[in-house]
């Protein structure tokens, strides 16, 4: 089976979770036996084309890489399906099309009604979810159109979440039986390294020993509810005093939540350290007594499953997928959204009963080696492909 996928991101151009799910789902497809091919704006280095076994990833030289303007972003999309174009043309044949979001919907649409091939898409988020069910200005509407457009053509639609499922319902009209419910997945294996290491130096650095660490990663958007998180400290310290809060990640809002740290007068409880590597944010996981993602609106929230992965007690917003991947008292600690208080007391009882918190993180790593692992996620897309390839075959176009 050959596949035509299309994708905004992919490494070394990673933003985001869309960026990583690609990145991780791709390798698993070539191991259930899928020919892929790739085609993405070349953003931030890699080579034009590049062969990784089953999966060749071709990377299109745009004007102003991935400059983020509508307009940009469509000039881009006519470069994108030149591209493929160019792939059919050379006699390659796909069984369908595999597109990922709206960044790319203009080209994957394109190619569908040029050569008659199926047209499956994976939408991660929605502009109106962002938006927790409004559209602010005229480029928000615009990407709702987009997304709209998308799921009309598509003849399967692929999300990670039931919460998504109902919003591609509501806010697209696309009927719950053309929707496929598959997880984003994470592999353990980075974060594994890291077991039975002594990195008691490395948690100097954030913390004294007698503190309790917590830890949050992710942008500095607002939807994140970092201002949650930091405007929970003042109860936190009340009820365990020796807490140290350390922040990583960069985006627009970080200058304002350095000036509320400020303001809170928490410079001495909170870090913002700003963007970490790979290493330090899987190392930072292994020494925090707890993680703490406070969403406003997430999707799914794969950050939470590299907390779990990681072997990290995990408290999280009761919000969009978060709330399916994390089981209140089971898996991790599940929190009012938008609430300091409530966001105050997930921290606070996770830090004061370590022995219920790591019972928690014995049932979370053996959900992540099983649901949530890339080899199950990529089966279950696999059978997506063969049920719509399959009935491709028996259409009349």
Same mark, same amino acid.
């Given at each position: 089976?050959?596949?035509?996928?299309? %994708?905004?991101? #992919?490494?070394?151009?990673?933003?985001?979770g869309l960026g990583k799910h690609v990145a991780e789902l791709l390798p698993a497809l070539t191991q259930q036996d899928v020919e892929l +091919?790739? =085609?993405?704006?070349?953003?931030?280095?890699? /080579?034009?084309?590049?062969?990784?076994?089953?999966?060749? *990833? +071709?990377?299109?030289?745009?004007?102003?890489?991935?400059?983020?303007?509508?307009? /940009?972003? &469509?000039?881009?999309?006519?470069l994108l399906k030149q591209a493929a174009d160019d792939l059919i043309a050379s006699g390659m044949h796909f069984d369908l099309i595999h597109n990922h979001d709206w960044l790319t919907s203009f080209a994957a649409? @394109?190619?569908? &009604?040029?050569?008659r091939l199926a047209l499956i898409t994976t939408i991660h988020a929605t502009e109106r979810g962002r938006g927790r069910g409004h559209l602010g200005n005229d480029n928000a509407e615009r990407i709702n159109q987009a997304e709209w457009w998308l799921c009309y053509d598509a003849w399967r639609v692929i999300v990670c979440a039931d919460?998504? $499922?109902? &919003?591609?319902?509501? #806010?697209?009209?696309?009927?719950?039986?053309? !929707?496929d419910i598959i997880p984003n997945g994470v592999d353990p294996t980075p974060f594994r390294q890291w077991d039975?290491?002594?990195?008691? /130096?490395?948690?100097?650095? #954030?913390?004294?020993?007698?503190?309790?660490? *917590?830890?949050?990663?992710?942008?500095?958007?607002?939807?994140?509810?970092?201002?949650?998180? !930091?405007? %929970?400290?003042?109860?936190?310290?009340?009820?365990?005093?020796?807490?140290?809060?350390?922040? $990583?990640?960069?985006?627009p809002e970080l200058p304002y939540l350095e000036r509320l740290v400020n303001d809170l007068d928490l410079s001495s409880h909170v870090q913002l350290l700003g963007f970490v590597s790979d290493e330090d944010r899987n190392r930072l996981y292994h020494v925090a007594d707890c993680a703490v993602f406070p969403s406003l609106y997430e999707p799914?929230?794969?950050?939470?499953?590299e907390a779990m992965a990681a072997k990290t007690p995990v408290v999280v917003s009761a919000v969009g997928g978060l709330r399916e *991947? =994390?089981?209140?008292?089971?898996?991790?600690?599940t929190v009012y959204p938008n609430d300091a208080h409530s966001c105050a007391w997930g921290i606070s009882h996770t830090l004061q +009963?370590? @022995?219920? $918190?790591? &019972?928690?993180?014995?049932?979370?790593?053996?959900?992540?080696?099983?649901?949530? %692992?890339w080899h199950t996620i990529a089966a279950q897309t696999r059978e997506v492909y063969e049920r719509v390839a399959k009935e491709r075959r028996r259409a009349i176009w």
């Open positions: 089976m050959r596949i035509l996928m299309l %994708s905004w991101e #992919y490494p070394p151009y990673v933003v985001g +091919h790739l =085609v993405t704006p070349l953003c931030e280095g890699g /080579a034009g084309t590049q062969h990784l076994g089953a999966l060749t *990833v +071709h990377r299109v030289s745009v004007p102003h890489p991935c400059r983020m303007t509508f307009d /940009a972003i &469509q000039g881009t999309n006519q649409r @394109d190619l569908k &009604q040029t050569h919460y998504m $499922a109902g &919003q591609v319902c509501d #806010y697209f009209g696309k009927p719950r039986d053309n !929707i039975g290491v002594d990195l008691t /130096a490395f948690r100097a650095r #954030y913390a004294e020993p007698d503190q309790k660490l *917590v830890f949050h990663v992710g942008r500095m958007v607002h939807e994140k509810g970092v201002e949650v998180l !930091i405007r %929970s400290v003042p109860e936190v310290i009340r009820e365990v005093p020796h807490t140290r809060v350390v922040i $990583a990640g960069k985006g799914f929230g794969i950050v939470a499953l *991947v =994390v089981q209140h008292a089971e898996t991790g600690i +009963h370590p @022995d219920w $918190a790591q &019972q928690r993180v014995r049932n979370a790593i053996q959900r992540v080696n099983t649901t949530y %692992s």
